[in-house]
């Protein structure tokens, strides 16, 4: 996800969470070890949620992470976090 959308982003994690399911989020921005985080939570899941706005298009970091997913296999979850955002 973007940090722009963390707010919603944090609630859609605190929700999966109280419904008991194992999720990893990034609290801080990607960089250096939270990257190999990221790489390591990805290797580890079935399932990655894709927080998809303009700000995330945009950002080198979320792209970085949505292809690892997408080349690990994992099953990819688009969530769109504003109505007007258009995905290409």
């Known amino acids: 996800y973007s940090h722009r959308d963390r707010q919603l982003c ?3 994690h ?4 109280q ?3 194992s999720v990893w ?8 070890a939270t990257m190999t985080a990221m790489a390591e939570a990805i290797e ?6 894709i927080c998809m706005s303009d700000t995330y298009k945009q950002s080198v ?7 690892y997913a997408f080349e690990r296999r ?4 688009p969530l ?3 109505p007007t955002y258009k995905p290409d």
């Open 61 to 67: 970091y979320c792209q970085s992470e949505a292809h």
């Open 14 to 17: 605190e929700r999966l969470v």
């Open 10 to 12: 944090y609630q859609i």
């Open 80 to 82: 769109i976090m504003k």
């Open 74 to 77: 994992c099953h990819l979850i």
């Open 25 to 32: 989020i990034d609290r801080d921005n990607m960089h250096g």
């Open 19 to 21: 419904d008991e399911f």
């Open 44 to 49: 580890n899941s079935e399932f990655v949620l």
